[in-house]
């Protein structure tokens, strides 16, 4: 029931980024979502792709430090307010959000958004308990799919 | 311009000052062969004999002396003298971290405190002079030799060591320092600090003796200008004894050497040939004075020029040239000794790979290094917070094992500028040895 993220070390420069998407072009790898922390020298890139594997294999084949992290994917309304209640309910089971981000798929009235919990057991249940959707690594697809 | 300590010493003539050398020399011979079985062990495999030993021409049929046989003899095995005879020990650091310990008898330290002395005076101080030492203090040779210097000189001593700014312009504006002994950055500094705070009036300094890393002819001037003194150089090494092993007088070109005390030889750093006056090579010194930890044909890794012309100051002792590079790649660093091996040993023991590059610079007569480490997927995680850690342990293992603060700064993978396959493990931005 979880989503397999990769994490890859950037170095905090003008192109660092731009560089990397060009890897992922040469190869035709298609991001899904993607977030950039940064620290003050460096950034760490969170990425979701389409096909993990691969992705992997060729990051680190192009010699970037890379590795993949199990986040959780969940589906939500796409409309104000629509997280409050659950953000509300794993506050009150003591889950804390190390962070968070947001995509859109082509279709829907859905939003997506990618979840990294301190205790993902517990997350999951809050969530299922709520009725929250939670979207694994093979229906990604259906998300993007035209 | 005769200002001497030791008139007599200072001034002898050639054949005086060979006459001692060779003396000293038998006896230490004779001393290390029957006293430390290491010396003992090493002259044998090189076939040699106190016996083969007559004058100084025969200097170099003794085995050469390394930092390496120092950190292999740690911390008793060069000793030439019983623990129970010594008094004091000073220390450096020394390659992948284990120090370098030197022992003093009590005549040892009177010895290295002359040469202060000598320093001192041939930079005009006298026993009127409030000398105003802010050499770091303890294992470090800075602090302790320049203080022993001053009281034998019998002038007013500031035993003040490094740092906390603030309080070294008001001990200097208060009791009218009016010799200044640092580094020459920490001088710099402190030049610029006492401008900032509009205090030039009311320093009485006349003299500085700056040593234990490398300055430019250009900084001397600079700090000249800035504290309206005159700066001298001065140096030394704590397996030599410290410093004052050569010092510079008021004609500032170049440093006598207590060639009363050490034998001074330049050699060629490949071959261990020894190189005829005026060549530019590697120094090695004898100590042969010293009683507990005297060294025969130590190789200091310093590439130097001696000069025996006239000097107008009258000493006979041979010029050496401000050290005009290394032989091995030790780095000097606000004054410490820095291996690029001491680093590899930190990220090895953190359990990372040693791909890292060392970048000094030099801003404002200050310097600073910063370590780039190639990140590796051991030291990578998907949380900030985990690297950051990982960075701080870092930044503190390398505190410990280098003695500086050194910024670390991660980057991507084979990122490090690499040369004919071989990464470039230290940039020095700071081209000190362009005279």
């Known amino acids: ?146 | 311009m005769g200002n001497y300590f030791s008139p007599e010493r200072e001034t002898a003539s050639l054949e005086q000052i060979r006459a001692w050398q060779t003396e000293g020399l038998i006896k230490a011979v004779n001393k290390v062969w029957n006293n430390v079985p290491y010396y003992r062990r090493k002259m044998e495999m090189a076939g040699v004999t106190p016996d083969d030993i007559k004058g100084l021409n025969d200097l170099k049929k003794l085995p050469f002396l390394t930092k390496d046989d120092l950190r292999e003899a740690y911390p008793y095995g060069l000793m030439a003298e019983p623990l129970e005879k010594c008094v004091r020990i000073q220390s450096t650091s020394g390659t992948t971290g284990r120090r370098v310990v030197a022992f003093y008898t009590q005549n040892d330290v009177d010895l290295w405190e002359e040469c202060c002395a000598r320093a001192l005076v041939a930079a005009g101080a006298t026993k009127d002079d409030v000398v105003h030492v802010a050499y770091g203090y303890g294992l470090f040779t800075g602090g302790a030799g320049l203080h022993g210097g001053s009281h034998r000189l019998g002038s007013m001593t500031l035993p003040m060591s490094s740092g906390n700014t603030d309080r070294q312009i008001q001990f200097m504006t208060d009791l009218g320092s009016t010799i200044l002994c640092c580094t020459p950055s920490y001088a710099a500094y402190l030049a610029e600090s006492i401008h900032e705070r509009g205090l030039i009036d009311k320093i009485r300094l006349k003299a500085g003796i700056f040593g234990a890393e490398a300055w430019t002819e250009e900084m001397r001037h600079d700090i000249e200008q800035a504290l309206h003194i005159k700066a001298y150089d001065i140096y030394g090494l704590t397996e030599i004894s410290g410093p004052g092993v050569a010092f510079e007088c008021q004609a500032q070109a170049g440093m006598h050497i207590n060639e009363d005390y050490f034998i001074v030889e330049v050699i060629d750093p490949k071959t261990g040939e020894v190189l005829p006056e005026g060549a530019k090579g590697e120094l090695v010194f004898t100590s042969f004075s010293k009683e507990a930890f005297p060294l025969l044909r130590y190789r200091t890794k310093d590439i130097c020029i001696l000069s025996r012309e006239k000097c107008s100051c009258g000493r006979t002792f041979v010029r050496m040239s401000k050290p005009l590079g290394r032989s091995d790649d030790m780095l000097i660093i606000k004054g410490v000794n820095v291996f690029p091996s001491q680093i590899e040993t930190v990220l090895l023991n953190n359990g990372y790979a040693a791909n890292y590059q060392i970048i000094v610079d030099r801003q404002k007569h200050s310097d600073s290094i910063e370590v780039l480490v190639e990140m590796t997927p051991e030291m990578f995680s998907d949380e900030m917070s985990e690297i950051k850690a990982r960075e701080k342990k870092l930044v503190g293992d390398l505190k410990s094992m280098l003695g500086i603060y050194a910024v670390v700064r991660l980057v991507e993978p084979k990122s490090i500028v690499r040369s004919e396959g071989k990464a470039v493990r230290v940039i020095d931005k700071r081209n000190l040895y362009k005279g």
């Not at chain 1, 040469?26 to 950034?43: E, P, Q, T, V």
């Not at chain 1, 992290?69 to 309304?77: D, G």
């Not at chain 1, 968070?100 to 993902?120: E, P």
């Open chain 1, 1 to 146: 029931m979880t989503t397999k993220q990769i994490s890859v070390f950037l170095e905090n420069k003008p192109g660092s980024l731009a560089a990397f998407c060009k890897v992922l072009e040469k190869h035709n790898i298609d991001m899904r979502a993607m977030c950039l922390a940064d620290a003050m020298d460096f950034g760490i890139l969170r990425i979701i792709v389409d096909d993990t594997f691969t992705t992997m294999t060729t990051l680190k084949d192009e010699g970037y430090v890379c590795q993949i992290t199990k986040v959780l994917t969940i589906e939500i309304e796409d409309k104000p307010g629509a997280l409050v209640g659950l953000l509300t309910a794993l506050g009150d089971e003591n889950v804390n959000l190390e962070y968070s981000y947001a995509f859109l798929s082509r279709k829907a009235d859905k939003a997506y958004m990618i979840l990294k919990l301190d205790n993902m057991a517990k997350a999951k249940e809050v969530l299922l308990k709520l009725g929250t959707r939670i979207v694994c690594q093979d229906e990604m697809e259906q998300i993007f799919g035209d």
